[in-house]
């Protein structure tokens, strides 16, 4: 039963979604974070991220400088201080970027994406 509410689009509910990097600039300056791990809704385009992720782009921001390469360490480290099954719902229930930026991230916005293709075939390699 709890299936349904896991790995669609915060928006649509489409579960059709493909794993993307994406890269995020800041509005009012000339910074960015590129490669962060996200999907991308086929049916209505929207970016959605796990919880890990958004965690560790709110830590990035609280830090950054200069432009950077999202931390895929310390998001794995992130991601692991949570246990089982916790972590596997945490990170499986996606969030829409639009819908999360007015909670301290409107100023970054998705400038671009690369895509590797849909989740379900993914999963199956």
Request: hydrophobic letters at 40%.
């Amino acid at each position: 039963m709890l299936e349904k509410y896991f790995d669609v689009c915060d928006r649509c509910q489409s579960r059709e979604l493909d794993f993307v990097f994406c890269d995020l600039k800041h509005e009012g300056r000339d910074l960015w974070i590129k490669d962060i791990p996200a999907f991308r809704c086929r049916e209505c385009g929207e970016v959605l991220v796990s919880m890990g992720v958004i965690e560790t782009v709110d830590e990035v921001i609280s830090k950054i400088s200069k432009s950077c390469v999202f931390p895929i360490l310390q998001y794995q480290r992130q991601v692991l201080k949570v246990g089982g099954l916790e972590r596997n719902l945490n990170e499986r229930y996606l969030h829409s970027w639009d819908m999360i930026r007015p909670d301290g991230r409107d100023l970054w916005a998705v400038e671009g994406f690369r895509s590797f293709g849909d989740t379900k075939t993914l999963s199956a390699i």
